[in-house]
């Protein structure tokens, strides 16, 4: 069987949708690849996650990533010293843009900080605000409902399954696993088709010293499976951002070795159309190898 790689993009920021998204919609162009772009679209806090600092790893992972250095301080005080500007209004000439190129939309989250580290929190009725929220802006940029949503920061559980199923998505992109499934929680079976990121994403790998940057490419490749759909998460901020190069000189390689870019939208009508042959599994939460905190997982 053919390699086949689906590529989602999770834009976090005010920043990486202005500058991010239109880097990687070209090079995306310039390979001739598909991509699905999840966006943030309410106020950008990012500032405010400093309450991160008390997660295991988080000091580790500012160390290999140099965080100010991708995000930029204006970023980093977005919503505590400096005013969180609204992703989706300021820039709804972008998202629609992306759209107009052919690419696959829909919804990351609309407050990315409240959305990755509230939801273990939050009610049933402020998650489903929440994502109402980010619904009610998508319809009004693009209008069309959204068919697709991937959790910020990999963050999911019961109740935020439940809007999901609610919504009448076509899939979602929540979790870190092997092979797509639907998600079981304390005994309970969700409907809406899950598609995890298979791949560790860049974030996790710079810096250390087993990865420079000439080998990402390299380890990549040989990652990618036969057998099973792969998907890679990369990030508006930094395959877009500070790692352009990086990202070029990873498309040049996989396209130069007969991977198949698929739309993770015909993916899931693909899998879809045989739905008795999913596999249900189990979600939980668990510590993810160079990423801070824990996230949704697959339990195969």
């Not at 919609?25 to 991160?52: H, K, M, N, W, Y």
Request: with cysteine; proline share 6%.
């Amino acid at each position: 069987m053919p390699i086949r790689l689906a590529l989602k993009v999770d834009v976090d920021t005010d920043r990486g949708t202005r500058e991010g998204v239109p880097a990687l919609v070209s090079a995306c162009q310039e390979f001739g690849v598909a991509a699905c772009f999840l966006f943030s679209l309410g106020p950008d806090e990012t500032g405010r996650a400093i309450s991160r600092v008390f997660r295991p790893g988080f000091f580790s992972k500012v160390r290999r990533t140099s965080v100010v250095q991708i995000y930029g301080l204006r970023t980093l005080l977005n919503g505590t010293l400096l005013p969180a500007p609204h992703i989706g209004r300021r820039n709804a000439h972008i998202l629609a843009a992306v759209r107009m190129a052919g690419f696959e939309v829909g919804i990351h989250c609309y407050n990315h900080y409240r959305w990755q580290d509230h939801l273990p929190t939050m009610t049933l009725e402020e998650v489903g605000a929440e994502f109402g929220a980010a619904h009610s802006e998508f319809l009004r940029i693009f209008g069309f409902e959204p068919h697709t949503a991937g959790a910020a920061g990999w963050q999911s559980n019961a109740r935020s399954r439940e809007v999901y199923d609610r919504a009448g998505l076509l899939y979602s992109s929540d979790t870190r696993g092997a092979f797509p499934f639907f998600p079981r929680i304390d005994g309970r079976v969700f409907k809406t088709l899950e598609i995890p990121s298979t791949l560790p994403t860049l974030d996790e790998l710079m810096g250390r010293p087993e990865y420079p940057d000439t080998a990402i490419p390299v380890h990549y490749e040989s990652l990618l499976r036969d057998d099973r759909p792969n998907v890679l998460t990369i990030h508006a901020e930094i395959e877009g951002m500070g790692r352009r190069g990086l990202f070029r000189d990873l498309l040049e390689r996989l396209c130069g070795h007969d991977v198949e870019f698929v739309r993770m939208d015909a993916l899931a009508r693909e899998l879809l159309a045989d739905r008795g042959a999913i596999p249900v599994c189990d979600q939980a939460m668990a510590e993810i190898d160079g990423r801070s905190g824990t996230v949704a997982t697959q339990v195969a």
